[in-house]
């Protein structure tokens, strides 16, 4: 009787569940042969108004999961604020550093990490009224950031390789491995105009110029799916941060920004327009306010600039807090309530941190908002949910994630960015290449720190992950070889042992010290709520960039210099090696040192990339990102400045130590048979040949500038429009050809129109911003 009454039971349990699901598959938006716009509209004509502001709501969601053996479950936290408050969007699911107290021993490995987005979204399909899937927003600037991915070089490494195929490549890497886990929106490229190298964030940034920024972002933008949703291993890239974050006053995180909107127009605006037309589909909003309004309620670049204009349609999101900084930062609202109704005015579709956008449900039925004004932010969303074929397919499979995540191949592309990355500044008397024969002295506080390569985002690392430049050189040419002292740390004036690097750089035929800063952060800094570090007198630790950690000065912090200083005073030939955030002080290993390179933060394999360049077995051909000041009172310092020309100081030359655009190889290379031709319709064809003379194979990067000679409104002394990054034998010539268009000719004139005027126009090719080898002329008719 009893197993009777289990199989009736279990029957009828069955005939619910079918006629459930029969029930489910007769609203339009479960079906997937409708187009997307009637599946949006009628998924939107279902939801209350609470469900609707969930949807717009991204919460903070490492502590969203529990492990329990091999096995992951929704946390009583997830639960309650996805279950109950009906969150759609969660953010830094995977993410583990000291600030989110995630750690190899209790954060998620790739298999686990599947298993976690499978358990989360398996709540909310089975669980939730509408079965609306999540979506998850990861960091992702080098690199996702969570346990067991590939770490790539930073923006700031990314963007002195020159090469957009590369970036290209690592933008793949870097969405395959992300949707592997079940994440779906990946936060970067940044494309912030770095000007004042001060600033804690450059590290993230490709760099000063826009056509640089652009291009380089374009290209990560096209690896990470280019928009194209459909495919399964395509993220929904994020621009960061929008606009003018990275030019604050004083160089300090947040700052206000004081810019004209020609600047902007002209400058800042132009990489994010390069990259929303190569597909991204998601922009952020940026910590700062311009000319007094808070970006992130800025309506005029938000809805006029974003919508009107560049018919951006994805959604907007803002930076973490940052709405909620409109009321306690900035102060222009009196509430957390009117901020986020102002932000989402302003054309802001979601909040991360989901703080001020939890009271609008109040707000609407208060009159305060229209619901119209949610249901249009709620729509962006869901539509990008319905392109990712979430509703059909929102799981993916822990096993694949544990075979194609940081595989031998990706880390191969991580390897290549680093090698292309590296900058030779200083090689005097041919110091590098060095010879394999040669006993090395390693020495310096980023010889042999895993961390202090790798960049701020970046999650921690099991033991034998990262390859340090000693790892490095001790793999070229043998342990024996090899000898190895710290000599002293990034910050730390205590825990020094200079005589002892000095001991062993007499005993060595060369000396290669491993200088520069870090953004490893640890358990023992503190951390504002937005994640951003805070630089206090107790800290000891490297750090000294990465989010929060702005510079009064550039120089080498700790007892570096007198590391430096000491070592050059054996005699003995001293390369040195800068691992680095932001452009530091260089003038005295420029002065001083034989040979002299930065590697900006290489990444996982950078130690190995460092040690190809030192020893000949990669012709270094990576180029600056940026200027390099000789001092910090020429700040701010790049080469595009508008009329007239920089004049020196009383004390020195206003010129940069190192210009933008420059880096040495180990070949040469000869300009000539520069030719310019007219195409009609205000297009030219620019040619050129490139020979190397050297007796190396090497990559140039060949440069191209434009100078409008008379215009109606100021324009810059020289402006780079092209380039190209190129192999060329020795012995050999390479034919370039660049055609300079409308767009390179444009300028914002008086009215702050775009157009194209009549003149002449200096083109303008070389090696460098400073060193231009070849000049020609436009001649540009109405």
Not at 71 to 95: D, N
Not at 412 to 423: E, S
Request: hydrophobic share 40%; charged share 25%; with cysteine.
């Amino acid at each position: 009787m009893k197993n009777r009454d289990r199989l009736l039971c279990a029957v009828v349990s069955l005939c619910m569940a079918g006629n459930a699901m029969a029930a489910q598959k007769k609203f339009p938006y479960q079906q997937a042969n409708l187009p997307i716009s009637v599946r949006v509209s009628d998924l939107l004509s279902r939801m209350t108004l609470e469900e609707k502001v969930g949807q717009l709501r991204c919460t903070l969601a490492w502590n969203y999961y529990d492990i329990q053996g091999k096995k992951v479950v929704p946390s009583a936290l997830f639960e309650k604020e996805v279950g109950q408050e009906h969150v759609g969007m969660l953010w830094g699911t995977y993410r583990a550093d000291p600030w989110t107290r995630k750690s190899l021993s209790n954060g998620l490995n790739p298999e686990l990490a599947a298993k976690a987005g499978n358990a989360m979204q398996k709540y909310v399909m089975e669980k939730s009224r509408l079965g609306i899937p999540l979506f998850l927003a990861e960091e992702a600037p080098h690199g996702h950031m969570a346990i067991g991915t590939t770490v790539f070089p930073t923006g700031f490494g990314m963007a002195a390789t020159w090469s957009p195929m590369l970036i290209e490549a690592a933008g793949k890497v870097i969405a395959k491995e992300i949707r592997l886990q079940g994440g779906h929106i990946s936060y970067g490229p940044v494309l912030d105009l770095s000007r004042d190298p001060r600033w804690s964030r450059v590290e993230e940034t490709m760099g000063e110029d826009p056509t640089l920024s652009g291009e380089i972002g374009a290209a990560m933008v096209r690896g990470l799916g280019g928009g194209n949703l459909s495919n399964p291993y395509a993220t929904l890239a994020t621009l960061k941060h929008f606009i003018g974050y990275g030019t604050t006053e004083g160089g300090q995180n947040g700052n206000p920004t004081f810019l004209g909107m020609r600047e902007i127009q002209e400058n800042f605006l132009p990489p994010f327009k390069r990259a929303i037309d190569a597909g991204a589909l998601s922009v952020m909003t940026s910590y700062n306010s311009l000319d007094g309004i808070p970006c992130t309620a800025n309506d005029y670049f938000l809805k006029k600039v974003l919508r009107q204009d560049w018919k951006f349609r994805g959604f907007v999101v803002s930076d973490l807090y940052s709405i909620d900084g409109i009321w306690q930062t900035h102060h222009v609202a009196e509430t957390r309530q009117e901020a986020g109704v102002m932000a989402l005015k302003a054309g802001v579709d979601v909040d991360l941190g989901a703080l001020a956008y939890q009271p609008l449900v109040d707000a609407c039925q208060k009159k305060m908002v229209d619901e119209a004004l949610i249901d249009s932010a709620v729509a962006q969303v869901l539509r990008m949910k319905f392109e990712m074929g979430l509703f059909e397919h929102p799981y993916v499979d822990p096993k694949q994630a544990t075979k194609e995540v940081r595989t031998a191949e990706n880390m191969d592309v991580a390897y290549r960015v680093a090698q292309a990355a590296v900058t030779l500044l200083e090689n005097k008397h041919n110091t590098l290449p060095l010879s394999k024969t040669m006993r090395v002295a390693v020495v310096g506080p980023n010889a042999d720190n895993d961390y202090n390569q790798l960049g701020d985002y970046t999650a921690p690392q099991a033991e034998g992950n990262v390859k340090t430049v000693l790892d490095g050189i001790r793999q070229k040419i043998g342990v024996g070889k090899v000898e190895y002292v710290k000599g002293c740390g990034v910050r730390d004036t205590v825990d020094v042992h200079i005589d002892e690097a000095v001991a062993a750089a007499r005993r060595a035929d060369v000396v290669v010290a491993v200088v520069g800063g870090s953004s490893a952060r640890d358990f023992k800094t503190s951390y504002k709520e937005t994640g951003a570090a805070v630089s206090d007198s107790k800290s000891l630790s490297d750090m000294d960039c990465g989010e929060g950690f702005d510079r009064a000065t550039l120089s080498l912090l700790g007892r570096q210099n007198e590391l430096l200083s000491a070592l050059r005073a054996t005699g003995k030939p001293l390369v040195v090696v800068y691992i680095e955030g932001r452009p530091l002080d260089k003038t005295w290993s420029a002065e001083h040192a034989d040979a002299l390179l930065t590697a900006y933060y290489p990444g996982q394999e950078g130690g190995r990339a460092i040690a190809d360049v030192l020893f000949g077995d990669y012709n270094p051909a990576g180029r600056l990102p940026v200027s390099v000041p000789a001092a910090v009172g020429q700040l701010p310092v790049y080469y595009n400045k508008k009329a007239p020309e920089t004049h020196n100081y009383v004390e020195m030359s206003a010129r940069p130590l190192y210009a933008f655009g420059y880096g040495l190889s180990y070949t040469t290379f000869k300009y000539s048979n520069l030719a310019v031709k007219s195409m009609g319709n205000q297009q030219f064809e620019v040619s050129f040949d490139v020979t190397n003379t050297g007796s190396r194979d090497g990559e140039e990067v060949a440069q191209l500038y434009l100078h409008d000679e008379v215009a109606s409104t100021v324009q810059p002394i020289k402006q780079l429009k092209h380039f190209e990054r190129a192999m060329i034998k020795k012995g050999e010539t390479k034919h370039f050809c660049f055609v300079v268009d409308q767009d390179d000719l444009s300028i914002v004139d008086r009215n702050m129109q775009h157009r194209v005027e009549p003149g002449r126009f200096d083109v303008l090719v070389g090696s460098s911003s400073d060193n231009i080898l070849l000049k020609g002329s436009i001649e540009v008719k109405e």
